[in-house]
């Protein structure tokens, strides 16, 4: 298949096709190359885990892949879309990518219930009733359907954070981005995030997941790609990076997050 | 002290009821205007905020015209200077409106037009105040940028500026006065015309003070009471005197002021 065609709407995705292509993608902030020419491909159902130093780039890329920010040149391709300025809707590509935050980001004013159907009902236009069983449905998987009346604030960090794995799930995204989806959480936490990120990768899910979590990379990552300044230096199986890493950049983070 | 309100003026009627009958147009400018400003005021502080450069620059120079320019100035411009520049018919209709509307619809027009750009100024500043994060989690669950702001931002907005929109039902509120200068017999011309009949300027200018400092205590305990009812469950730990926890500034958690 020739990746330099534009894919059109309207095709939609094929199965063969990659979940995501970038190629030689570049992003300045100002004067600054946050990104510096990346090639990356994701196979659907692949799990792949982004790792390096702080300021690396991996925030920069990964929301350049549902556009929240744009990329300055190279081309980026998104289940079958290719985001560039052109595109009409882009909001329609974004009902199709779920994005998991830090900082969680659920809507404070409404609750969990209603965290998790608004997307649906508003961006999707699914029938309130229908939008509420899925919404339960979900957060029964995240385990915490009994918080559904509840307000964010109201919750722990982890469960703000599986709430927002939720909501992003109940949009039935055909990709789940997260940004460091732990980060912000106490340690006593991460596991039921990560818990529920597994089960997320073993039903086959498209991820692609920016964490310092090794331990959960070594256990779910199809593959791991380590960024640093801006680029991406290695990207190999969760074994073959661990044990021996091509770079000495590789190996000097290592050596900082497995102390 | 009070007892020349019971007096009947030179048209019949007890002072008292001029008072009274000032009070009424004086709350009626006061309530419609506000919807007005407020209505108004929504949408141009929304318009400064949004991506589209046009909407962001017309809201901008709507708040600094209608902010900078002295509301008495305002109150001139709408009742001497607009019916002659609009067509000669809608002039001459406009200046025939019997006495009380003549005055009335330009100084609900000056009051709510003025007190619409602070509004802007309000909304555009509890917009800047949310988390980026909020704009973007919508953004990211495809919401469109119309959906983002009505069903996320503009609630959560709205909730932290409660106390500022306080201010500036206050503020409409005040600023009713300045229309006796067109003409419209609200509650400080009416004490005016008592004192000039009676004489008893302290009298009838402090009864007219007594009503405003009551309305406006009502006015402030309506706020504290809806700042009360929208606060999400969740958020802020209640401050421990009511008139504190109207202050409290309530961010959402990352917000930064
Ligand atoms: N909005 C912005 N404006 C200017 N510079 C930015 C902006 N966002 C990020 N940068 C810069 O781009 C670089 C990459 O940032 P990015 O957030 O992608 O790093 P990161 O790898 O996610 O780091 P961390 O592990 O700390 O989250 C950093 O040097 C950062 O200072
Ligand atoms: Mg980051």
């Known amino acids: ?259 | 002290m009070f007892t020349v309100l019971f007096d009947q003026g030179s048209d019949g009627r007890m002072y008292g009821v001029w008072l009274l009958s000032g009070l009424g147009w004086t709350l009626s400018l006061a309530f419609f205007g506000w919807w007005l400003a407020f209505a108004i005021g929504l949408v141009v502080g929304i318009g400064r905020t949004v991506e589209n450069r046009t909407i962001a620059i017309l809201s901008r120079v709507y708040v600094e015209v209608f902010r900078n320019i002295p509301v008495l100035v305002q109150m001139f411009l709408w009742y001497f200077v607009v019916p002659e520049l609009l067509p000669a018919s809608l002039g001459t209709w406009i200046k025939q409106m019997p006495p009380p509307w003549g005055a009335f619809f330009p100084a609900l027009v000056c009051l709510s037009f003025y007190t619409a750009a602070r509004v802007a100024e309000q909304v555009r500043a509890g917009l800047e105040a949310l988390p980026a994060g909020q704009r973007e989690a919508a953004a990211a669950l495809g919401l469109t940028e119309r959906r983002t702001y009505w069903l996320v931002l503009v609630p959560q907005a709205l909730r932290l500026i409660v106390p500022s929109l306080t201010s500036e039902v206050m503020g409409i509120y005040k600023n009713t006065s300045v229309a006796l200068t067109i003409g419209l017999l609200e509650l400080t011309a009416e004490a005016r015309q008592i004192s000039e009949e009676t004489f008893q300027t302290f009298a009838a200018f402090g009864a007219a003070t007594i009503i405003y400092l009551m309305l406006a205590l009502a006015a402030y305990q309506l706020m504290s009471w809806i700042d009360e009812r929208a606060r999400i469950p969740g958020t802020a730990p209640p401050a421990r005197r009511k008139s504190l926890r109207l202050l409290a500034r309530r961010l959402p958690e990352g917000a930064s002021p």
């Open chain 1, 1 to 259: 298949m020739n990746m330099h065609l534009p894919t059109p709407r309207l095709a939609g995705p094929a199965q063969a096709e990659p979940a995501i292509v970038l190629e030689g993608v570049t992003k300045f902030y100002g004067g600054f190359r946050a990104l510096n020419h990346v090639d990356l491909e994701v196979a659907r159902g692949e799990t792949v885990i982004i790792c390096g130093p702080s300021g690396s780039g991996k925030s920069t890329l990964i929301r350049c892949l549902n556009r929240i920010e744009t990329h300055d040149r190279g081309r980026i391709v998104v289940n079958g879309h290719e985001l560039t300025d052109a595109l009409k809707d882009i909001a329609a590509v974004r009902r199709e990518v779920g994005m998991v935050f830090q900082s969680f980001n659920l809507f404070p004013h409404l609750t969990i219930l209603e965290n998790c159907m608004l997307a649906p009902v508003q961006a999707r236009g699914i029938s309130r009733r229908e939008a509420r069983e899925t919404a339960m449905h979900f957060l029964s998987k995240v385990r915490i359907p009994d918080q559904a009346g509840k307000y964010p604030g109201q919750l722990s960090g982890g469960q703000q954070q599986r709430v927002a794995i939720a909501r992003a799930l109940c949009m039935r995204p055909q990709v789940m981005l997260f940004d460091e989806p732990t980060s912000a959480l106490d340690p006593e936490m991460v596991k039921e995030v990560l818990d529920t990120m597994v089960g997320l990768a073993g039903e086959g899910m498209t991820m692609v997941c920016v964490t310092h979590e090794m331990g959960f990379a070594r256990e779910v990552a199809d593959r791991v790609v380590f960024m640093d300044k801006g680029a991406v230096v290695e990207q190999d199986t969760p074994e073959r990076f661990f044990s021996a890493p091509a770079s000495e950049r590789a190996r000097e983070f290592l050596r900082q997050v497995i102390h």
